[in-house]
């Protein structure tokens, strides 16, 4: 009997199955998009990545420029100065907490920590997209539970879990509806999910939202439970999205198993100096949080006056509604209002890639940008 032959090895390096199946994140864009050109001698404005437009603490700023000389140095690794910061002010124990480059980083251990090949990785269906990534990245297969209204549907959700779930990500405000689930909604969430299914809660834009009376960050549920981690960055209202640094509130195992899958120096030495300024700096962040609050209010309505649809939001952008492609020729459509604010240097998110075609999502920028952006599209909205 000849034995069959084993079939030969592909000659190039191959990744692994499913990779390749991965479509790549598309960013805020920086710059205008290809074939778009801005008037001459307009300022060029970016709204499309949800950053503050007033910049990180100026004592977050000087932490940092002072690191500049230990360059050469590894950082702390277990990140004791920032965890100190977070613990102190955010009245956490300092035990329970992690940090990752980014949150993103975070999401990503919580998948490779808590999964294997096969399992499936549940969110919402206009969720945020980095979950469908890593999800993907891991050989996971990720989920979707559809929304009503553009908010996560909490039953949708619980309808979804198999014995395969592992873990529910839910992005709390999302990104990029800007819905909430309140404290109410997120407590009936885990308490019909299977307790050895870990509830991701991603606060990136919490601190937007403190003031919501019937929302909360879900500190609550991590405190009183084993199964609920929360995520939150510093990337958003403590404007250090370049230096890269999340943190996590969880309970003590899954804590655990973060810090034995993460890089031994996954936070860098500026990193750290900075975001425990900005932590410490809360004049700072108070301030910041005034002025999207004003700003917030200000467009919801000078939008909703041009006729558009506005997606009420808590966090520090917006997520507005054109008039369909197969209305009026499409001459009002988002993608031509887009390519009529890059004109005016006004650079705003496309969510095409979320399943939403028709919207655009505007970060809130200074007051000036605000203005510009109501001014363009009074104007296109005209034409
Ligand atoms: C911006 C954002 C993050 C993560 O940002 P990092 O810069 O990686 O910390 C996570 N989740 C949501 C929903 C976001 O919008």
Redesign the pocket.
């Known amino acids: 009997m000849t034995q069959p032959k084993p079939s030969s090895p592909p000659n190039k390096p191959t990744p692994k199955q499913g990779v390749l199946d991965i479509a790549p994140y598309v960013g805020g864009q920086s710059k205008l998009l290809k074939g778009a050109k801005a008037n001459p001698g307009v300022r060029v404005v970016k709204l499309s990545?949800?950053e503050t437009p007033l910049g990180a603490s100026p004592l977050a700023i000087k932490a940092y420029a002072e690191t500049a000389s230990y360059l050469h140095r590894y950082p702390d690794g277990n990140t004791i100065a920032l965890r100190e910061a977070i613990a102190e002010v955010q009245n956490l124990p300092m035990a329970q907490l992690a940090c990752?480059?980014?949150?993103?980083?975070l999401?990503a251990f919580l998948i490779n920590g808590y999964t294997t090949p096969g399992d499936e990785i549940l969110y919402s269906q206009y969720g945020?997209i980095?979950y469908k990534i890593y999800a993907q990245a891991a050989g996971c297969t990720p989920v979707t539970a559809p929304e009503k209204n553009y908010k996560t549907d909490v039953d949708a959700i619980l309808a979804a879990v198999t014995p395969r779930t592992k873990i529910v990500f839910i992005?709390n405000p999302?990104?990029p509806t800007g819905s909430y689930l309140t404290a109410t909604e997120m407590k009936r969430l885990h308490a019909g999910l299977p307790t050895n299914v870990i509830l991701a809660i991603?606060g990136?834009?919490s601190e937007y939202a403190t003031e919501i009376v019937d929302y909360s960050d879900g500190r609550e549920l991590v405190a009183s439970s084993e199964n609920t981690i929360m995520?939150r960055?510093?990337?958003?209202i403590h404007g250090l999205?370049s230096l890269?640094?999340?943190w996590a509130y969880g309970p003590p195992d899954i804590i655990d198993v973060i810090n034995r899958i993460r890089g031994p120096f996954n936070i860098c030495g500026p990193g750290i100096a900075a975001a425990s300024a900005a932590m410490r700096d809360t004049a700072y962040a108070d301030k910041t949080r005034a002025f999207n609050t004003k700003w917030l209010a200000w467009l919801t309505t000078e939008l909703t006056k041009l006729g558009l649809h506005v997606y009420p939001s808590i966090t520090n952008f917006l997520m507005i509604e054109f008039p369909p492609k197969n209305y009026n020729g499409g001459k009002h459509s988002a993608a031509n209002a887009n390519l009529h604010l890059m004109e005016l240097g006004l650079i705003v998110r496309e969510v095409a890639a979320y399943g939403l075609p028709d919207c655009l999502r505007i970060s809130i920028g200074l007051e000036e940008d605000n203005k510009a952006v109501i001014a363009a599209l009074t104007d296109f909205l005209k034409s």
């Open positions: 990545s949800n990752g480059a980014g949150s993103d980083e999401i945020f980095m992005a999302n990104n991603d990136a834009y995520l960055t510093f990337s958003k999205s890269r640094v999340g």
